[in-house]
């Protein structure tokens, strides 16, 4: 059965932002309602080892942290609704959302959390050998791969910034392109190719990603020479599918301003959105940092404009 539900704050999203923002608002005394669409926290409860969110010496599981803050969400008064956003109304205020449940959602704020997906090659392999040294983020698992051999899918921007950040860990590190050119920045492919530890595999796609051992880890790349079809091996410690993201916007598209990637534009050093009351924070926005802390930080930063927004909205009603 279909139902109403009024909240002054609507987030958008599970993840490190969305999650954060929900701590925030809560203690604000604005009892958000976190939607946790199709993956409840976010990507990192598809991340193992995280090493590098500050506050833990040792490594942590992903999960247990997505797990961890929403409890504290919850203790401070958020409250998770396991529902996926279908439509949305957000020429006028309250802005109405409709939930696959048929819920209907009236905010006076909304916060889009809703992250972006790493793109994969979409081999079987790819995905059983995730965690086991298949990757789509350097600077989050390069430090694993410190004196190891390691190689970089992929030919644009993102490609060639994780192989030159990779260098600071492996002293052999291929990049795998199945083009003969890049599509990389200029003075990016110029650092790239001057660099003593770089090599690049050109025209050259991957069949699949070997492993073996117990437990399984990576241990070679199976290539394809894409203009001959001459097959060789790879041997490496660790992969990194570099071809792009995609923001979660689908459904925003046309009714929040979006750049031409689909990332949910915001004003320069705040989360606010073109529409009053609309808020963006995490990697839904973000396409250069794409960390979990840079992310439970714009979540708080989203919390802080909302509650802002709607305290001065508020004033200025009994003044």
Same mark, same amino acid.
């Given at each position: 059965?279909?139902?109403?539900?009024?909240?002054?704050?609507?987030?958008?999203? +599970?993840?490190?932002?969305?999650?954060?923002?929900?701590?925030?608002?809560?203690?604000?005394?604005?009892?958000? #309602?976190? !939607?946790? /669409? &199709?993956q409840?926290?976010?990507?990192?409860?598809?991340?193992?080892? $995280?090493? *590098?969110?500050?506050?833990?010496?040792?490594?942590?599981?992903?999960p247990?942290?997505?797990?961890?803050?929403?409890?504290?969400?919850?203790?401070?008064?958020?409250?998770? $609704?396991?529902?996926?956003i279908?439509?949305?109304?957000? @020429?006028?205020?309250?802005?109405?959302?409709?939930?696959?449940?048929?819920?209907?959602?009236?905010?006076?704020? &909304?916060?889009?959390?809703?992250?972006?997906?790493?793109?994969?090659?979409? !081999?079987?392999?790819? +995905?059983?050998?995730q965690?086991?040294?298949? @990757?789509?983020?350097?600077?989050?698992? /390069?430090?694993?791969?410190?004196?190891?051999?390691?190689a970089?899918?992929?030919? /644009? *921007?993102?490609a060639?910034?994780?192989a030159?950040?990779?260098? *600071?860990? +492996?002293?052999?590190?291929?990049?795998?392109?199945?083009?003969?050119?890049?599509?990389? =920045?200029? #003075?990016?492919?110029?650092? &790239?190719?001057a660099?003593?530890?770089?090599?690049?595999?050109? *025209?050259?796609?991957?069949?699949?990603?070997?492993?073996?051992?117990s437990?399984?880890?990576?241990?070679? !790349?199976? !290539?394809?020479? %894409?203009?001959?079809?001459?097959?060789?091996?790879?041997?490496?410690?660790?992969?990194?599918?570099?071809?792009?993201?995609?923001?979660?916007? =689908?459904?925003?598209?046309?009714?929040?301003?979006?750049? +031409?990637?689909?990332? %949910?534009? $915001?004003?320069?050093?705040?989360?606010r959105?073109?529409?009053?009351?609309?808020?963006?924070? /995490?990697?839904?926005?973000?396409?250069?940092?794409?960390?979990?802390?840079?992310?439970?930080?714009?979540?708080?930063?989203?919390?802080?404009?909302?509650?802002?927004? &709607?305290?001065?909205?508020?004033?200025?009603?009994?003044?």
């Amino acid at each position: 059965m279909s139902q109403t539900v009024n909240t002054r704050m609507l987030i958008m999203g +599970s993840g490190p932002a969305g999650l954060s923002a929900a701590i925030y608002a809560a203690r604000a005394g604005l009892k958000p #309602i976190v !939607l946790q /669409g &199709l993956q409840p926290g976010g990507q990192l409860t598809i991340t193992t080892d $995280v090493e *590098n969110y500050p506050g833990f010496r040792e490594v942590i599981q992903g999960p247990w942290l997505m797990e961890e803050m929403q409890a504290q969400a919850e203790h401070v008064g958020a409250e998770m $609704v396991w529902d996926l956003i279908s439509a949305v109304d957000l @020429s006028e205020r309250p802005f109405k959302l409709t939930g696959d449940s048929g819920t209907l959602y009236v905010a006076d704020t &909304l916060v889009i959390a809703t992250g972006a997906q790493a793109k994969w090659l979409g !081999l079987d392999s790819e +995905s059983h050998m995730q965690g086991k040294g298949v @990757s789509a983020c350097a600077t989050c698992d /390069g430090f694993f791969y410190r004196g190891k051999k390691v190689a970089v899918i992929g030919g /644009g *921007n993102t490609a060639v910034e994780e192989a030159l950040y990779l260098t *600071n860990h +492996s002293q052999d590190v291929t990049l795998i392109h199945r083009r003969d050119s890049l599509r990389a =920045e200029k #003075i990016l492919q110029d650092r &790239l190719f001057a660099h003593p530890h770089i090599k690049v595999l050109w *025209n050259t796609a991957i069949d699949a990603f070997v492993g073996s051992g117990s437990p399984e880890v990576l241990t070679s !790349l199976a !290539l394809r020479n %894409v203009q001959t079809g001459e097959t060789s091996s790879l041997e490496v410690d660790g992969a990194f599918v570099a071809i792009g993201h995609k923001p979660a916007t =689908e459904v925003l598209v046309g009714h929040v301003p979006t750049d +031409s990637e689909g990332y %949910v534009l $915001v004003e320069t050093g705040s989360t606010r959105t073109s529409i009053p009351g609309v808020f963006a924070a /995490g990697d839904v926005t973000d396409k250069v940092y794409r960390q979990a802390v840079t992310a439970a930080g714009m979540g708080c930063m989203a919390a802080l404009d909302a509650e802002r927004f &709607l305290a001065h909205e508020d004033f200025a009603a009994h003044a």
